[in-house]
Structure formats: C-alpha cells, structure tokens
C-alpha cells in the first residue's frame, strides 16, 4: 500500500511561482512505473497535468498543453519525492493539485497522463492563482 502525501500549495498572484510536493511512504519503487500530478476544480473532471514515466532504462516526461514550457515535474534521487515546479502561473492554473502514483511493475499505457493509471492518490493541496 502506497501513501501519498502533497504539500507547498497556497496562494500566488498571476505571473509567480509555486512548487508542490509529493512524498510517498509504503510505496515500492521498482524499474517500471509512473507518477503524476492532476488537479481539479469544482464542478470539473479531475485533468492531467504531468506525468514522469519510468520504463525499464528510458524516463519519460509528459506535460498537458495548457502547462507545456511554464511547469516542470521532477523527482529526487532517493524517489520519495515528487515535484511540480509551476512558473508564470495563471489564474487558470487555480485547483487542488493531487499526486498520484501507479502500481509498482506497471506499464502506464497513458504515459502516466490518463487517471487510470493510478492507483494511489494523496488528498491533495490547494493551488490559487489571483489576477
């Protein structure tokens, strides 16, 4: 069982930055798997935001359009953490952003951007972005 626990969210006007985090316990990492940061907003299907994918040797990066060349996702060394660093952000960019991690030896046939393929998520952190 994997637990997944996002921080770093809050406030910023348009135009700045924010990174969140995403640390994971009881989770076993292996060669083949993937993350991945979603958000949501009321009313709205919870959307993609990045995925980073690993495939035996190949780690793959995979953004939505909206955010391509502004938010960078990223995992540390040790893989215990993972990171969304979100740069000129838009008020757009306002949702509660989950982490989300597939099972461990688990091809993710979407590239880590569908939700299916996920199977841990954290509660999420709150992300508001005012003009």
């Known amino acids: 069982q994997g637990q997944l626990v996002e921080s770093g969210g809050g406030s910023v006007q348009a135009g700045g930055s924010l990174r969140v985090s995403c640390t994971t316990s009881g989770y076993t990492y292996s060669s083949v798997y993937c993350m991945g940061w979603f958000r949501q907003t009321p009313g709205k299907e919870r959307e993609a935001v990045a995925a980073?994918?690993?495939?035996?040797?190949?780690?793959?990066?995979a953004y939505a359009d909206s955010v391509k060349g502004r938010f960078t996702i990223s995992q540390v060394s040790a893989k215990n953490t993972l990171y969304l660093q979100m740069n000129s952000l838009k008020t757009e960019d306002t949702g509660m952003y989950y982490c989300?991690?597939?099972?461990?030896?688990?091809?993710?046939?979407?590239?880590?951007?569908?939700?299916?393929?996920?199977?841990?998520w954290g509660q999420g952190t709150q992300v508001t972005v005012s003009s």
């Open positions: 980073i994918t690993y495939d035996g040797g190949s780690i793959r990066h």
């Open positions: 989300a991690a597939s099972r461990t030896f688990t091809i993710c046939t979407g590239g880590g951007l569908d939700v299916d393929d996920h199977t841990y």
